[in-house]
């Protein structure tokens, strides 16, 4: 199974900024390698938003000219190591699309989690991701306002 190593740090960065811009969006980059036999992902630096970034509800834009300037300084600060890895948001639902690779495609299987409050025997509340089973229909019925799928 691959895996993914993040440094505590950097995912403490992450939190940071995220809870800082809450409940608006923000997001940002990671930064790191694979390793030779491409089985563990290294994820060893964050980028934040950037200082010209847009932050809203439901979305966020980066300041992008800051991002690449921060890609440049972390790769030439540790000979070259860390390179663009993906990047990451801070969404009440996530929807990620994994990929498998198939002979000659791409398989693409749609991922939904949202952040849901667990129950616990403690008095106080633990949060956690939630997995959504992934249902798809064709298509919406009647109004507008009576939306519903069918
Ligand atoms: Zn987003």
Redesign the pocket.
């Known amino acids: 199974m691959k895996q993914a190593w993040i440094l505590s740090g950097v995912l403490d960065q992450i939190r940071n900024e995220a809870e800082s811009k809450t409940p608006l ?1 923000t ?1 940002g980059l990671l930064l790191g390698y694979w390793s030779a036999d491409n089985n563990n992902v290294v994820i060893t630096d964050m980028v934040g938003p950037g200082p010209l970034a847009k932050h809203r509800k ?3 834009k980066p300041d992008y000219s800051f991002h690449q300037q921060e890609m440049k300084r972390i790769f030439n600060e540790n000979g070259g190591m860390s390179t663009y890895l993906g990047d990451w ?3 009440p639902i ?1 929807l990620v699309l994994g990929g498998t690779d198939k002979d000659d495609f791409t398989e693409w299987t749609p991922e939904i989690w949202m952040i849901s409050p667990q129950l616990s025997i403690f008095p106080w509340l633990r949060w956690d991701y939630v997995s959504l089973k992934v249902n798809m229909f064709d298509q919406l019925c009647c109004s507008k306002k009576s939306s519903h799928f069918v």
Do not use: A, D, N, W
């Open positions: 969006e997001g439901f979305t966020y948001h801070s969404h996530m």
